[in-house]
């Protein structure tokens, strides 16, 4: 029994599941999915200033409490 020690080719043409075949796809689906990078780039961004925003705002607000219920047990005019 030989072995053959070239590759088989034809196996290596056909696409797998885990590695589809890009020629099959549609170029209109292909820019589709190029064109909405920006759209999603621009959501995260979104919301990662909405989640600094209301940090700020948070901080803000336990530092008012502190310092009203600090007024408070110091026994000082609020």
């Known amino acids: 029994m030989a072995t053959s ?10 696409p797998s599941p885990a590695r589809p075949n890009l020629d099959s796809i549609p170029p209109a689906t292909v820019r589709h999915v190029i064109a909405d990078y920006p759209r999603i780039i621009l959501f995260a961004v979104g ?3 909405f989640l600094r925003f209301f940090e700020h705002i948070s901080q803000a607000l336990l530092l008012f409490l502190f310092a009203v219920l ?3 047990v110091l026994n000082a005019p609020v």
Do not use: K, M, S
Request: proline letters at 6%; aromatic letters at 12%; hydrophobic letters at 50%.
């Open 47 to 49: 919301v990662f200033l």
């Open 5 to 14: 020690t070239t590759p088989d080719y034809e196996a290596l043409e056909t």
């Open 70 to 72: 600090l007024a408070i």
